[in-house]
């Protein structure tokens, strides 16, 4: 916003060449130390711009990341969805076998059908683990897999897929709310380099017009833009 800081300075330069007087040294001591002020404030604005861009940039990456994790979380539980109505199914035509009369000549193919479902069931439903051993912990991780079933494994890789994607919009959210931060406070560095450039302008008119007015009118916008800088700083009054 405005000029460089050396544009500032320079404005105490030319001030100081017309110092011929005690009021146009003190008006010239004036810009100096607001334009030295504004240099500082001008820096600490340019900085503030980059850091919400930055932020900026980072919660937008996480944001796409979490998107693209949520599809594939999505597809995940559709897919837990289609072998768990598998397995149900396989169930039913198990039970519906077992209760089912069957000619003598056809057991056989009986026998070779039930097997097929009841081995789908087995698959995806699990053995369960055995009594000694619950948790599985002297289980190999292929034998632990067999224990538990498809099923539950499909689930575990979509629960980790989902709290993942929830981490990370969590930390865009965070990201974000350090973007809007450092906005807020890169506004109130633009509000107070205004107010102080309107103070070296008013207190280089105090000089070619001799007026007091616009000295005093120049210190009061300095003072106002700096305190108004100086909130920024401290992340003061910021809204949320």
């Known amino acids: 916003m405005g000029h460089g800081p050396e544009h500032h300075i320079e404005h105490a330069e030319h001030a100081a060449h017309a110092a011929h007087d005690d009021f146009n040294k003190q008006v010239t001591m004036s810009i100096a130390i607001v334009a030295a002020v504004l240099a500082c404030v001008s820096m600490l604005g340019h900085r503030t711009h980059n850091e919400t861009l930055f932020y900026q940039g980072e919660a937008l990456a996480l944001q796409t990341v979490a998107g693209k994790l949520s599809t594939d979380t999505a597809n995940k539980w559709a897919y837990y969805q289609s072998k768990n109505v598998f397995n149900l199914e396989s169930e039913i035509t198990v039970d519906l076998l077992d209760v089912v009369t069957v000619r003598d000549d056809r057991k056989k193919e009986y026998l070779d059908i039930r097997k097929k479902y009841a081995k789908n069931v087995l698959e995806y439903k699990g053995k369960g683990f055995p009594e000694d051993d619950k948790e599985g912990a002297r289980l190999s991780e292929d034998d632990k897999k067999k224990a538990e079933g498809k099923l539950k494994g499909i689930k575990r890789e979509a629960d980790a897929k989902e709290n993942e994607t929830k981490e990370l919009l969590v930390k865009a959210e965070a990201k974000m709310q350090e973007c809007h931060t450092a906005h807020g406070?890169?506004?109130?560095?633009?509000?107070?380099?205004?107010?102080?450039?309107?103070?070296?302008?008013?207190?280089?008119?105090?000089?070619?017009?001799?007026?007091?007015?616009?000295?005093?009118?120049?210190?009061?916008?300095?003072?106002?833009?700096?305190?108004?800088?100086?909130?920024?700083l401290l992340g003061l009054f910021l809204p949320h």
């Open 185 to 232: 406070k890169a506004v109130r560095f633009d509000y107070g380099e205004l107010g102080l450039q309107f103070g070296v302008v008013l207190c280089s008119l105090a000089i070619l017009t001799k007026s007091r007015g616009f000295w005093f009118a120049g210190l009061i916008s300095s003072v106002v833009g700096a305190l108004v800088a100086l909130t920024g």
